[in-house]
């Protein structure tokens, strides 16, 4: 498990405001959090280096491209080896419609949020794809009627 790294009231300011708007530049971070733009430039730097802050991304509206459907698709393995784990998450990441993986414990070994164009879509998937894998023994799917509640904000 990684260790927890402790941040100072600005450091905790800079967190939350680059994850609402990754876009800002130091000039205006600096104003936000009440720092000198050199001092935040330091502290992004060392917070990049000590792996809090990853890399920056621009948010895309799926409904506008085309994957308005979110499904949750629980798997159970047909096999617990390491191998045939580490054969099925590379399957996994060389499936773009798959947006969100975890393994889990509990009844289902893994979970995964699939974003797709509709119904049909996600049979093929599912029938030619997941289920046809050979460490898959079962998945159960649930479709989202609509989204709640979405961040990539980690509270700080």
Not at 105 to 112: C, I, K
Request: charged fraction near 25%; hydrophobic fraction near 45%; proline fraction near 2%.
């Amino acid at each position: 498990m990684t260790e927890t790294i402790h941040l100072d009231p600005v450091d905790r300011r800079i967190v939350r405001e680059l994850q609402r708007d990754a876009s800002l530049s130091h000039a205006a971070l600096a104003e936000r959090v009440g720092a000198s733009a050199a001092s935040v430039w330091r502290r992004v730097r060392q917070l990049e280096k000590q792996g809090v802050l990853g890399r920056s991304v621009r948010l895309a509206n799926a409904e506008h491209l085309g994957r308005a459907v979110n499904v949750m698709c629980q798997v159970r393995m047909s096999r617990q080896t390491t191998e045939a784990r580490s054969d099925f998450e590379a399957f996994i990441g060389s499936r773009e419609e798959i947006v969100e993986c975890y393994a889990m414990s509990g009844e289902w070994d893994y979970l995964l949020r699939i974003a797709v164009r509709d119904v049909a879509d996600y049979d093929r998937f599912i029938m030619r794809g997941v289920l046809a894998h050979p460490s898959v023994a079962n998945a159960a799917s649930n479709f989202a009627l609509r989204q709640v509640k979405y961040t990539t904000e980690i509270p700080v």
